[in-house]
């Protein structure tokens, strides 16, 4: 019979230890986390019919967040990976939806982001675009408002109360007609089908905005566009509309504009078809994604999300921009490196 000698107990110790790291790396938690991928060239994506493909060392990038369950060791010590972020479920998947249809809603706000970002970049060039208002887009609900777990991001609202409605100026009357507290009727498209859910208005607490009725979701025009060029996006799996002001940037460089001049440029940011750019997430996860792809040029949305950036900028030249005109300002009057 062996003895159990010091060495061999801290042996079976250091095997204990190994397997129960690797049960906890393999099992997965039930929260997700968000990890930067490195920004990827936007050409090869996008089809223009007598495009021009970058042939200067330069070109637009996008920048994608890789998020997937989160095994129970990285749920412990997140440190492990840099750029990591540990969320629970409720952030990626809205309660109630399945991860297939979430799925299939972000990859319906990257089809609406590219057809977007076609319109405002011919628009930029000239080109008549014709856009015909369908209803308003919730772009993101705020976790504490009535409307959250009862509209989602992707909705599209085109009736409250029985009144047809296609503008966010529209639903803003409508809601203001009523005092703060009412109850209205939302009817929502929603993955194809007509939803009918009852959400209550509160005060708008910004003290600029007097108290007005708001549902407290961040809302944005669904239209349906007619574009003069057929231009093709195929951004495969990747879902979500945060790519729309590289897409934008891309289409414009394509047909002829020296958007990028020679240089490489990170771009992130939503855009819509009046050209704002609007906020999105994943800001440190995208600009370690930019960094790791030695790219030093990142346009980001102006306000939280150009701040967060620059703290994890380490080089990288953070630009904020409100619209896409300021983008194209920012990138012809740039500084040399």
Request: no cysteine; net charge positive.
């Amino acid at each position: 019979m062996k003895r159990l000698t010091p060495a061999r107990l801290a042996a079976a110790g250091l095997l204990l230890l190994a397997v129960v790291a690797l049960v906890l790396w393999l099992a997965p938690s039930d929260s997700y986390v968000f990890l930067p991928d490195r920004a990827h060239p936007v050409a090869p994506l996008v089809a223009v019919p007598g495009g021009k493909q970058p042939r200067d060392g330069g070109g637009i990038y996008y920048v994608d967040v890789f998020v997937r369950k989160a095994s129970w060791l990285e749920r412990l010590f997140p440190g492990l990976r840099e750029g990591a972020t540990i969320v629970p479920a409720s952030v990626v998947q809205a309660p109630g939806v399945s991860e297939k249809a979430q799925h299939t809603e972000d990859l319906r706000a990257m089809s609406r982001s590219q057809e977007v970002a076609a319109a405002v970049a011919l628009r930029a060039l000239g080109y008549k675009v014709l856009a015909r208002p369908t209803g308003v887009l919730v772009e993101d609900v705020a976790r504490d408002a009535p409307a959250a777990g009862r509209l989602f991001p992707t909705d599209v609202i085109v009736n409250v109360d029985g009144r047809r409605l296609r503008t966010t100026k529209e639903l803003r009357a409508i809601l203001g007609s009523r005092p703060a507290g009412t109850t209205f009727r939302i009817a929502v498209r929603r993955g194809g089908a007509l939803t009918r859910v009852s959400v209550k208005t509160i005060a708008d607490p910004d003290p600029r905005q007097a108290g007005r009725p708001i549902l407290g979701i961040f809302p944005g025009q669904a239209a349906t566009v007619q574009l003069p060029i057929n231009i093709r996006i195929d951004a495969g799996d990747v879902g979500g509309p945060s790519a729309g002001l590289a897409f934008a940037l891309d289409i414009l460089e394509q047909l002829g504009r020296d958007v990028d001049h020679g240089r490489r440029i990170a771009a992130t940011g939503e855009i819509e078809l009046d050209g704002s750019v609007e906020p999105i997430g994943g800001v440190e996860q995208k600009t370690i994604g930019v960094r790791k792809a030695g790219i030093h040029v990142f346009l980001v949305p102006a306000g939280e999300n150009a701040a967060e950036a620059r703290r994890y900028a380490h080089g990288v030249r953070i630009v904020p921009v409100k619209t896409f005109q300021q983008a194209l300002r920012a990138l012809a009057t740039l500084p040399s490196d």
